[in-house]
Each structure stands twice: as structure tokens, then as C-alpha cells.
């Protein structure tokens, strides 16, 4: 006897409940399968919503990380503006009124005035720092621009730092003509 068989006489299950079973679970089955297929269908829909709204919110991402960017590059320039303007300002500001006469501008200074305020006056230093100098530059304190002479009371012997600082108004003029004052009293 085949084990099947052997196995329904143990369990005192007849033939005919089994394959009764058997086409229930069948029937079952095929009358589920347009259910399943519509699941399958509602899951594959699903993944591809999903995909989708992860598609749109990377390029909503972009968007803003686009925009952050111009954002910073607008508040770089304006900080670049907003040093630049002022220290194009700061040169005018010594300028007199509109109204007033526009001076000419002096000649260069020359070069037998410098070396006298660089050796006797100011020692090979610098007159505001007084560290030593082998590059002087001599910086006239009121501008050539503004009718400023060259005079030994108008010109200060500075190193290449001071004098950048003071052609950007760092040091100002009432500084300069301080500094030069004490020292010629000495």
C-alpha cells in the first residue's frame, strides 16, 4: 500500500474529504487570483508614486541648494561692496567741498629730499612703527592730489605696511602730523 494511503488510514480520513479539500483549495485560489493580481498592481503603482515624490523632492533639494547658493554669492558681494565702498569713500573724504577751488597736483618728490629724511630725519626707520626700514617710502600727508607740497613738515618716511595702512585711511592724517610733530620737537 502506498504511503498516502497508509497515512489516510491512520488519520481515518476518507478519499473523498481530501480531494473535496483539494478542489475547495483550488477554487479558492483561482477566485483569489484577480484579487492578488490587483494587489500586485496597487504595490507596483505605490513604489512608483513613491519613486516619484523621492524624484521631486531631490530636485526641490537642488532648488534650494541652487538657491542658497545665489543667496551667498548675493551676500558675498554685498559684503565686498559694502568694504570696497567705504574705503573709495574714505579717499574723497579728505577732499574739500564741491565748491571749493580743485588743487593740482605737485610734483613727485625729489629724490635728494627723500634720502635726507630717510638717513638724518628718520635713521633708516620708519617714523611710525620705528622698526628698520631698507625700503622707505615717503608718504605726504596731506596728498599730492590736494596741493599737498613737499615740504619736509608734509612728508613722513613709512614702510611699505604703514604706508599701505595710511593710504587707506588706517592712519589718519591727524595721526601722521602728530607722529611727525613729536619727533622734529625731539
Known amino acids: 500500500m502506498p504511503l498516502p494511503l497508509q497515512l489516510l488510514q491512520i488519520f481515518e480520513i476518507s478519499l473523498e474529504i481530501v480531494v473535496v479539500l483539494f478542489i475547495i483549495g483550488f477554487i479558492l485560489y483561482y477566485i483569489s487570483l484577480p484579487l492578488r493580481k490587483k494587489r500586485r498592481r496597487e504595490r507596483a503603482a505605490a513604489k512608483e508614486k513613491y519613486k516619484e515624490e523621492q524624484k521631486l523632492e531631490r530636485i526641490e533639494r537642488y532648488k534650494l541648494q541652487i538657491e542658497s547658493r545665489q543667496n551667498r554669492k548675493k551676500i558675498r558681494r554685498q ?17 574739500r567741498s564741491w565748491d571749493e577751488d580743485v588743487f593740482e597736483k ?54 611699505p605696511n604703514c604706508h599701505r595702512k595710511a593710504d587707506h585711511g ?17
Open 79 to 95: 559684503q565686498l561692496k559694502s568694504r570696497l565702498i567705504p574705503s573709495f569713500l574714505s579717499l574723497k573724504k579728505h577732499k
Open 170 to 186: 588706517v592712519l589718519s592724517r591727524s595721526k601722521l602730523e602728530y607722529k611727525l610733530n613729536r619727533k622734529t620737537e625731539k
Open 106 to 159: 605737485t610734483n613727485p618728490t625729489p629724490e635728494n629730499l627723500k634720502n635726507e629724511l630717510y638717513f638724518e630725519r628718520a635713521n633708516q626707520h620708519c617714523e611710525w612703527c620705528e622698526e628698520w626700514v631698507d625700503t622707505p617710502e615717503i608718504h605726504h600727508i596731506v596728498p599730492r592730489s590736494e596741493g599737498g607740497k613737499n615740504t619736509t613738515g608734509n612728508l613722513i618716511v613709512l614702510c
